[in-house]
């Protein structure tokens, strides 16, 4: 069964109606997939058949914008890596940004969602530690309510999510309130382009006028189930200048809660020291960009 309802109501009483229908049939028992640029629903096809309820949002223009307030940027579902990648927004998204044209091809970007992204729940989803410096939120939608919740509580493991059959993700939110500072991203894979990270680091800083570190976000994927940040690496980073070796605070212990693993990428040692590496490149340029 395939739909592609006219606006965002429609598309939550299908989710609704389909979470409350006493199975009668085999149909009736199987959940919608929601397709919005279809980019990972389509390639997975290939390993295992097309789902067989498939509701298409691409042509929801209210999920397409980019909105700002005095306390939140609000990044709707159907916004692309190619919109991020537009759109004019703070220092502070470089990371997103960065990670924006990491994403497979340009073609990819074109079509792509930043919101799929989040719900495919790869553990190498390049969009969820740049979300994760920026305090993301995740917008759920029902057609009887709205819920957010932290991204750290959205994803729960490799391909799960904690969104319920009847709701739809329909936003991601970014308080304003970590929007200061600068941010950037790097990603190390077995080539440039077109390739499954091994590691990617994601990291925020923002200093006072005499360049003492005022807040800092530290992030890693691709080294766990689900990218974290590093909370005792970012406490440390708080009251050192940025004019200091900020790599030189980095260590071991700051990833040991990471626990990769070995996978026909890269062996779970080399993604730890990887990491380690990434995360003072990450401090190091930063810091330079912010004296």
């Not at 979470?19 to 009668?24: L, V, Y």
């Not at 990371?95 to 919101?115: C, D, F, M, P, Y």
């Not at 080294?223 to 009251?239: F, G, Y």
Request: charged residues 20%; proline residues 4%.
């Amino acid at each position: 069964m395939y739909a592609q309802p006219d606006n965002l109501d429609d598309a939550l009483r299908l989710l609704r109606d389909n979470d409350s229908i006493q199975p009668r049939t085999t149909d009736a028992a199987v959940p919608w997939t929601i397709l919005s640029g279809g980019t990972d629903v389509y390639p997975s096809s290939f390993e295992k058949s097309m789902p067989r309820r498939i509701l298409d949002i691409h042509s929801l223009d209210e999920l397409k914008h980019i909105d700002q307030d005095a306390t939140r940027i609000r990044i709707g579902a159907g916004i692309t890596w190619s919109d991020l990648i537009s759109a004019t927004l703070s220092p502070a998204f470089d990371a997103l940004k960065l990670a924006a044209r990491e994403v497979g091809s340009v073609q990819i970007q074109n079509q792509a969602t930043l919101v799929g992204n989040l719900c495919n729940a790869s553990p190498a989803a390049d969009g969820v530690p740049p979300l994760l410096v920026l305090g993301a939120l995740v917008e759920l939608k029902s057609i009887t309510g709205v819920r957010e919740l932290p991204l750290s509580e959205f994803i729960l493991g490799n391909r799960i999510t904690a969104r319920h059959s009847d709701e739809m993700v329909t936003a991601i939110v970014i308080p304003v309130k970590s929007t200061t500072g600068h941010s950037t991203f790097l990603k190390l894979g077995a080539r440039k382009y077109l390739i499954i990270s091994i590691s990617m680091v994601a990291a925020r800083l923002a200093c006072d006028e005499q360049g003492v570190i005022t807040e800092a976000a530290v992030s890693v994927g691709s080294c766990s189930l689900v990218a974290q940040r590093l909370n005792t690496l970012e406490q440390q980073l708080i009251s050192q200048r940025v004019d200091s070796d900020l790599a030189a605070l980095v260590s071991a212990a700051h990833i040991e809660s990471l626990a990769p693993i070995d996978d026909v990428r890269s062996s779970a040692h080399y993604r730890e020291q990887a990491s380690l590496e990434l995360i003072q490149r990450t401090l190091t340029s930063l810091g330079k960009s912010l004296t």
